[in-house]
């Protein structure tokens, strides 16, 4: 079983930056594609990034230049920094993980297996 808990969320100023974490615990981290995902109020939820063990990456266009992912596969963590903070990034973040089926990444939530509680990132105006 996957178990993923994200951490890192506040609330921050417009132009400021924070960092999300996420552990996971399981088997065969390296098995997995992670992901970011974010669901402001009254939103769907909305793909954000995500990575491969190898190191290939996808980023939704609305984030590109201002976000970055990182896993650390020694300690079975991904990161997102998250930069340049604009108000509408304003939402919860969820970790995602996903088992490695075929050659390409997915930006869809219903590809990915297992998910985290989510965390919550404001930012002011």
């Known amino acids: 079983q996957v178990q993923l808990v994200e951490s890192g969320g506040g609330l921050v100023q417009a132009g400021g930056s924070l960092r999300l974490s996420c552990a996971y615990s399981g088997r065969a981290f390296s098995n997995y594609d992670m992901g970011w995902f974010r669901q402001a109020p009254g939103k769907e939820r909305e793909f954000v990034v995500t990575?491969?063990?190898?190191?290939?990456?996808l980023y939704a266009d609305s984030v590109k230049g201002r976000f970055a992912i990182s896993r650390d596969n020694a300690k079975n963590t991904v990161y997102l920094q998250m930069n340049s903070l604009k108000p509408e990034d304003t939402a919860v973040y969820y970790c995602?993980?996903?088992?490695?089926?075929?050659?390409?990444?997915?930006?869809?939530?219903?590809?990915?297996?297992?998910w985290g509680k989510g965390t919550q990132v404001t930012v002011s105006s």
């Open positions: 990575m491969r063990w190898s190191g290939k990456t």
């Open positions: 995602a993980a996903r088992l490695v089926v075929s050659i390409s990444i997915s930006s869809r939530p219903g590809d990915y297996d297992y």
